[in-house]
């Protein structure tokens, strides 16, 4: 790459979020001050929903406060000291989902972004001003404009909303698929398809394949343009040592018939040059035996530190990330 690098990343939940955060260190470690030009993130909606008459969208807003450095940390998502009075008020009215608590803070977020939208903008275009707040040194975009709130449908049939099913059952029910309603009929949010054209390195960040990363590539036009782009594609695999890192990924997995492991999370992407999408497969130091099986599927493996526990390591994995998209070009 010469000149300033134009990197896209698909991202969704705290993995990605701590992810984006590693890419744009390794960016300024490079000495790129300015990363908004060059880091463009292109972020799960699925998992979106209407609470008490507000717009929430849970991975955009992670993504958010991680990179303007309000989050909270501890827990993952919301913002560092919130309080809960107005999410107290609500209960005591019986209204909202008294298992889902929307700090106060955070609801400012809501409520501003709720306005906006029935003022007639767009979800992309909400997102553009809310980035004016903070300096995140990065360009986000939602997958797409279209409401494709993900369903989970068990196995008897009956159907809840993917935050119930994962904030408040904890994935305990057994599910059978998972579903985004009206998403065959979605588009690409603006900005989408022409940051992948044009971009020198496409990372999939280690988010849930399933429910963060799984909900991008449904949008008609995203698997196409991702097939097309020139720039290598290269996924960091969110299995470490044959278990999940965080949250309850092996039991998304399991539903849709895929085994928890780097390898069989790697097939599950595909090679490029069998007609999937990945060009090079980042796995764990723990998972080396399986760098063998990953190359028979005809994907590029290497292994590297994978844990973003602190921020030398998340930046750490940026750098180990951009420097595999570089290496060696594309796969096959």
């Known amino acids: 790459m010469t000149g300033t690098p134009r990197i896209v990343v698909l991202a969704g939940g705290v993995g990605g979020s701590r992810f984006v955060l590693g890419v744009r260190a390794a960016l300024r470690a490079r000495g790129l001050d300015e990363t908004a ?5 292109v972020v799960n909606t699925g998992d979106d929903l209407w609470l008490s008459g507000v717009r929430l969208q849970p991975d955009v807003d992670s993504i958010t406060y991680a990179l303007a450095g309000v989050n909270d940390a501890e827990r993952g998502w919301g913002r560092h000291g919130d309080s809960e009075r107005v999410n107290e008020e609500l209960q005591a009215w019986g209204a909202g989902w008294p298992w889902f608590t929307l700090g106060d803070l955070d609801l400012g977020t809501h409520l501003a972004r709720t306005g906006w939208l029935r003022e007639g903008l767009t979800p992309t275009q909400v997102l553009e001003r809310m980035s004016h707040r903070w300096d995140l040194g990065a360009r986000l975009l939602p997958m797409t404009d279209a409401e494709v709130d993900t369903v989970v449908v068990l196995e008897d049939d009956s159907r809840l909303h993917f935050q119930e099913w994962w904030t408040r059952h904890r994935a305990t ?3 059978a698929r998972f579903e985004n309603p009206g998403i065959e009929h979605a588009a690409p949010a603006p900005g989408v398809a022409e940051a992948i054209a044009e971009a020198d390195v ?3 960040a280690p988010s849930n394949p399933v429910v963060s990363i799984g909900p991008i590539l449904a949008v008609p036009g995203v698997r196409e343009a991702l097939r097309a782009t020139a720039a290598p594609i290269v996924g960091v695999s969110p299995i470490i040592g044959g278990k999940v890192v965080r949250g309850m990924a092996d039991v998304c997995l399991t539903a849709i018939g895929v085994e928890t492991s780097a390898t069989a999370v790697a097939g599950l992407y595909g090679a490029r040059a069998d007609g999937g999408l990945l060009d090079t497969w980042l796995i764990a130091e723990e998972d080396e035996a399986a760098a063998a099986d990953v190359a028979g599927l005809g994907i590029r493996a290497l292994v590297r ?7 030398a ?5 940026g750098e180990a990330a951009l420097t595999a998209a570089t290496a060696d070009g594309r796969a096959g």
Do not use: F, G
Not at 37 to 41: E, G, N, P, R, Y
Not at 305 to 311: A, G, S, V
């Open 173 to 175: 029910l057994t599910p």
């Open 313 to 317: 390591r998340r930046t750490a994995l």
């Open 37 to 41: 030009s060059a880091l463009t993130v």
């Open 305 to 311: 530190p994978l844990w973003m526990t602190d921020e």
């Open 202 to 204: 496409v990372l999939l």
